[in-house]
């Protein structure tokens, strides 16, 4: 069974401090992970995906397959980082068939 | 370039009622699936379809169904309705090549009493 697990539903960051929002996913197989993020009043959107070793918008994510964490990180937070941020996990990726399985969230408040 | 459409936006319906939401993938996309997100919960699988076919199915009992149409739009069909049903219901589109890129839409909010 796939599970992924965001052990903070809130959390708060001054403007300029460093940020990192943990997800933890059980998962027999080699996984595929991804952080989603909903900004306010937008729909969710990929932020980014492990396979592609990316920075987006200044966040990186690395899989620990040791400590199955796959926690996103940035150096200095800013205002527009305030979103709501969901880690999934995808396990099947035979053609035309993926499932998507994610956390419950942890919502991140930037403060001035 | 059409983003991924949903409607209604908001309905409420009564325990036992049927409820039909539909979905308008983004332009090009083969791929739909749907979630259900209940209130302070992440988006949890329902089922996809790829060529109007469904290919995958979360744990959710079969008065769950859908259909997709040749033009890649998507109907999910929940059939006697049930308290536990009040969510909000996302469709996302992808392309089969770019596993795990879902574009979302903003979703159905649907309230059963």
């Known amino acids: 069974a796939q599970r992924v697990t965001q052990p903070e539903k809130l959390l708060s960051v001054f403007k300029g401090a460093p940020v990192e929002l943990k997800c933890n996913y059980s998962y027999s197989g080699s996984p595929e992970l991804f952080w989603y993020v909903q900004y306010s009043r937008q729909r969710l959107q990929l932020l980014l995906r492990h396979i592609s070793r990316e920075s987006i918008k200044g966040f990186t994510a690395d899989l620990n397959k040791g400590e199955t964490s796959f926690h996103l990180k940035k150096p200095f937070a800013q205002e527009e980082d305030s979103a709501m941020y969901y880690c999934?996990?995808?396990?099947?990726?035979?053609?035309?068939?993926?499932?998507?399985?994610f956390g419950t969230g942890t919502r991140l408040t930037i403060i001035p | 370039e059409t983003g991924v459409t949903q409607s209604p936006t908001h309905l409420i319906k009564t325990r036992g009622q049927q409820v039909t939401l539909r979905c308008s993938s983004q332009s090009g996309h083969n791929t739909v699936s749907w979630y259900q997100q209940a209130l302070g919960q992440g988006p949890q699988f329902i089922f996809q379809?790829?060529?109007?076919?469904?290919?995958g199915r979360g744990n959710f009992p079969p008065r769950f169904s859908g259909l997709q149409f040749p033009n890649y739009s998507s109907e999910l069909n929940v059939n006697a309705l049930e308290l536990d049903d009040s969510a909000l219901y996302l469709c996302?589109?992808?392309?089969?090549?770019?596993?795990?890129?879902?574009?979302f839409g903003e979703g159905s909010r649907l309230t059963v009493l």
């Open positions: 996302a589109s992808s392309l089969v090549r770019v596993p795990g890129e879902l574009f």
């Open positions: 379809y790829y060529r109007e076919e469904e290919n």
């Open positions: 999934a996990l995808s396990g099947s990726f035979s053609f035309g068939n993926e499932k998507l399985t």
